[in-house]
């Protein structure tokens, strides 16, 4: 095979190659063209935006009173949305607060409000009321409610100031009656907003057992009661969990304070004499008896003796005369 034939040869390899190379790249530009069209006729459906849903921030027990950082809004798909869950945009957080779950909610489960009592509703105490407790108003002042700062939620210390009347005079006296009661309500009110000023209640309402509010009962007229407010970490509750101490009925107290304990001046009705100390104690002597000879022995070594004469002995003249004998009767001899 001569060289013209080779030339002639690879030049058509050459130009077959570049043939096939051109018609593959316009058929593929051929081919997006024809998929960008198809894409830009086919109609575009807008993603439905996520709404917010009113849901629970922290986790609500049965009877719980809600406060503003219990609730908290959540993105939510629209579809299959049931009519009975929160919207943003109708009703705000605010118009929740204070009122009483009838049921308990998980973290992050929406509010629903057939499950929540309003305040103001009928029934809206007694919802708060948690199963065998009952509810008793004590009379609260600027002094004895803590200048106002006690709110319903709070847990407070029951204080009983008396007077008490013994043979010896009367003592003043204040106990604590009740440990950790529950604060449901101050006058009316049930809730607390961030943002409010003190208010100065005229009553107060525990929530306690049937003993305990007899107990308070009674002391309503036995004295002035005072409210002390408990902290929210109070070491005596221990490193337990919170939403289980808030569920503990009020305890008993167990201390008291008398008078005489405030102030020294005055003196306790039971309080005796000290003894008398003896002269020994006084000159850090030692007094030795003999016998009718009396020894005192300084600390010091130094010893001094002298005798104590014995006790006089009665006259005899003036001595009582003792029983006489029984008189036997004479026997004949």
Known sequence: MNSKRMGFLLLAVLVAGATAFLARAWLE?????????????????????????????????????????????????????????????????????????????????????????????????????????????????ATSAVSGFIYAGDRVDVLLTHVLTSPAGQLNATETILRNARVIA???????????????????????????????????????????LRSLQDPDEGE????????????LGYSYTQDNQVSRLIKSPTATEPPPVLEAARSNAVILLRGSTRTKQDLDGTISADSVPPPPMPPADIAKPGPKPPTLPSVPR
């Open 186 to 228: 101050m006058d009316q009110k049930l809730d607390f907003t961030p943002g409010d000023k003190p208010d100065i209640a005229k009553t107060a309402t525990l929530e306690l057992t049937p003993k305990q509010t007899e107990i308070v009962t009674l002391a309503v007229k036995m004295g002035e009661l005072s409210l002390v």
């Open 240 to 251: 337990g969990d919170p939403a289980v101490a808030d569920q503990q009925p009020a305890e």
């Open 29 to 141: 530009a051929e081919r997006a063209a024809i998929v960008a069209q198809a894409v830009s006729q086919r109609p575009v459906t807008q993603a439905k935006p996520a709404i917010q849903v009113l849901v629970a921030r922290n986790a609500i027990r049965t009877g719980q009173i809600i406060k503003p950082d219990d609730l908290r809004w959540q993105p939510w798909p629209q579809g299959a949305l049931p009519p009975s869950y929160v919207v943003e945009g109708k009703r705000p957080i605010a118009d929740f607060v204070g009122a009483v779950a009838r049921s308990s909610f998980h973290v992050g489960e929406p509010i629903v409000e057939i499950e929540i009592v309003m305040p103001g509703s009928r029934g809206f105490l007694a919802a708060v009321l948690r199963a065998g407790m009952r509810a008793v108003s004590v009379p609260a002042t």
